[in-house]
């Protein structure tokens, strides 16, 4: 049974991967995995590691494989690539690293700097600091004299000074989003009323513009017409927490919780079909009414009535994943795109699970993938939406505010699942 602790940050419980340090696929927080997981304070040296991580990065190293070793490092503790080929070139030699401090440098977004260093380097700054500081007052009073002398009123003027009319690109409504994404509906709130909220994290739409959304837990599927009106909600089962929702053109919803995936009546909430737990993160459904799943190890393709069609149980090792997929989409030439589970770098397989290509996202915290009617791809970080060309080049980067699920309409609308509400947008892009 795998083990499991509590996000620092949600309280969410999260699946332990064995990683010194670990994201949320929730709230999006890095941490440290507490120390009794790994039985102890977590250290790596050359004479063995917590999880064994010193082994195995041996172990390659010895088979050739150093790039690997660097990259399973980095996976591993969220450390620069820098760092990670010095930590494997110093575990080859058969040296000791502190795991500790590079995880703490990993987790803090910086080195962890020497004390006498920093005593010296502090003396020198405080020289510097003070005499800047004098000339910046200096500066200050300067400034401050001459724009008294501007603004004063002049007896040659009754009238106000005339200001310079503001221009700029379209503004939408408040709730975190940069100019260019236009917020066109809002729904929901925080509450356990009708058409309110208290944690929701996944949002999808049908063929007939319907909305669907879900609080983590307990679980609940609330659904609204295209104009936000609500229309009916039905419970999840008890102590199922759910992870991923997609909805088929037809109204059918497909959850994926801790049990497994299972298929809904989307009107009543009445299951109609189960699919095993298989330790699946996310579920897209493809254009052809395909559900695809993916899971710790790859993933797998199942008709709408969840029969089992493909299984790719090798996609993880494929695309040298070492934790397998949190989330995935598929476009209309059925090409599979999924995020890799640690490094949120996508995976790219054709629909006969043939691995195609890794694309490197540069995110920490990816929560959703989403790809829009032209083929683009966005990925949702929590305060900020990142944008792909259908290649995987980098596109644009639009802030948000508790950006989770995403999904996107036929007319290439965006839905998020901004807790907790739902958003409907239009991101700007032609």
């Not at 609308?413 to 032609?430: N, T």
């Amino acid at each position: 049974m795998p083990q499991v602790f509590k996000c620092i940050s949600c309280s969410a419980p999260l699946e332990f991967l064995g990683q010194m340090s670990q994201k949320c696929q929730f709230c999006g927080t890095t941490m440290i995995v507490p120390p009794e997981l790994f039985g102890g304070r977590p250290a790596v040296s050359s004479s063995g590691g917590s999880g064994g991580l010193s082994e195995e990065i041996r172990r390659l190293c010895a088979e050739g494989k150093k790039i690997e070793a660097i990259k399973v490092f980095r996976e591993r503790t969220g450390a620069g690539l820098a760092e990670s080929k010095a930590a494997v070139e110093a575990i080859e030699r058969g040296g000791t690293i502190d795991l500790g401090e590079v995880i703490q440098r990993a987790v803090s977004g910086g080195p962890l700097i020497d004390p006498k260093a920093a005593k010296k380097a502090g003396v020198a700054v405080g020289v510097i600091t003070i005499a800047v500081i004098a000339a910046a007052v200096i500066a200050i009073v300067g400034v401050a004299a001459v724009l008294f002398f501007v603004a004063s009123p002049s007896h040659d003027s009754d009238g106000p000074v005339p200001t310079a009319p503001s221009s700029g690109p379209r503004q939408g409504r408040t709730g975190g989003e940069e100019a260019g994404m236009i917020e066109l509906l809002r729904l929901g709130g925080e509450g356990t009323g009708a058409g309110r909220f208290k944690d929701n994290r996944v949002v999808a739409v049908d063929g007939s513009g319907q909305i669907y959304s879900s609080d983590y837990s307990p679980g609940r599927v609330q659904i609204f017409g295209p104009d936000g009106k609500f229309v009916s909600a039905w419970p999840v089962a008890e102590g199922e927490n759910v992870y991923d929702l997609a909805v088929s053109r037809s109204g059918r919803v497909y959850l994926v919780t801790n049990k497994g995936i299972t298929a809904f009546d989307g009107e009543s909430g009445t299951r109609v079909a189960n699919a095993p737990d298989r330790r699946y993160r996310g579920a897209a459904i493809g254009l052809d009414g395909r559900v695809y799943a993916a899971g710790s190890d790859g993933f797998d393709i199942f008709d709408k009535d969840l029969k089992p069609m493909n299984s790719f149980r090798n996609a993880a090792k494929d695309a040298s994943s070492s934790f397998g997929f949190d989330k995935v989409d598929v476009d209309g030439n059925g090409f599979v795109f999924l995020v890799e589970r640690t490094t949120d770098d996508l995976a790219k397989f054709s629909s006969d699970g043939r691995f195609l290509n890794r694309i490197p996202t540069g995110l920490r915290s990816a929560n959703d993938i989403a790809l829009d009617p032209a083929g683009r791809i966005f990925l949702s970080d929590t305060s900020t939406i990142a944008v792909f060309t259908p290649e995987g080049l980098p596109l644009k980067k639009m802030k948000a505010n508790q950006a989770f699920g995403i999904t996107f309409d036929d007319t290439g609308m965006m839905y998020i699942a901004s807790r907790p509400f739902v958003l409907k947008v239009d991101p700007g892009l032609e």
